[in-house]
């Protein structure tokens, strides 16, 4: 890296761990979500266009161990045991043989009637939408990147969010989401119900505001900025 002219990164954190490249040529670039895509929707109106009259907890993109998709999962009975029409939403992104894991788990361990499966192609903003919290347990960011994009279209969409405590994390959402510890259901499960049961209305205008400043058109013009200054074009 330290041959290249520049290096992009998209937190400051990441940065932090280059110890080895120049800081100079290190250039923190978040990354972009489609904030015209992802915008605020009447939550009710879509409950109603989609049949569901319950509240609603989602979770979307990859489902593998990497994502922290096993503490949700393990979360869901003390949940549901708490408030039984909860209704847990899952939409993946990869269509193999670890969703039929999944889905047999959820089977073996009783809580099939407060969990469904979304495999085929959906309008995915009109769920984030819909939803009442988006779950989102990263164990770490390894199976994700620096900005994960889940994350920063439900404040988009001011959907609340529960997701895990990181420093990327808190980082990109300037901390305006709930927080659960990594790698516990006890906390997993806590964050959750606390948010279901009243989820502070700041954090999710502060959220969205947050979220704006990774619409792809801003994104693209520091990066345009960045060629400039490497490339200049003689006129």
Request: proline residues 5%; glycine residues 4%; positive net charge.
């Amino acid at each position: 890296m330290n041959l290249a002219d520049a290096v992009t990164v998209p937190t400051k954190v990441f940065l932090g761990k280059l110890k080895k490249v120049k800081n100079k040529k290190i250039h923190v670039i978040f990354s972009h979500i489609n904030t015209d895509k992802f915008s605020p929707k009447n939550k009710l109106e879509l409950k109603k266009k989609y049949g569901y009259n319950q509240r609603i907890v989602f979770y979307y993109g990859a489902m593998w161990e990497v994502k922290g998709i096993d503490y949700l999962i393990d979360a869901i009975p003390k949940i549901i045991e708490c408030n039984k029409e909860v209704l847990f939403i899952f939409a993946p992104r990869n269509k193999d043989l670890r969703i039929k894991r999944y889905q047999k788990r959820i089977k073996d361990i009783g809580i099939k009637e407060n969990c469904r499966f979304i495999l085929e192609d959906v309008k995915i903003e009109d769920y984030v939408n819909m939803a009442d919290l988006i779950a989102l347990p990263y164990p770490s960011l390894i199976g994700t990147e620096g900005n994960p994009s889940c994350l920063l279209e439900a404040m988009a969409c001011k959907t609340p969010v529960v997701t895990t405590d990181l420093p990327e994390i808190r980082e990109t959402t300037n901390s305006y989401v709930m927080f659960a510890e990594p790698k516990s259901v006890q906390s997993l499960t806590k964050s959750i119900l606390i948010a279901l049961r009243e989820y502070p209305g700041g954090l999710i205008e502060k959220a969205y505001k947050r979220s704006q400043e990774f619409n792809i058109d801003k994104v693209t013009n520091q990066f345009i900025r960045l060629y400039q200054e490497l490339i200049p074009i003689d006129k």
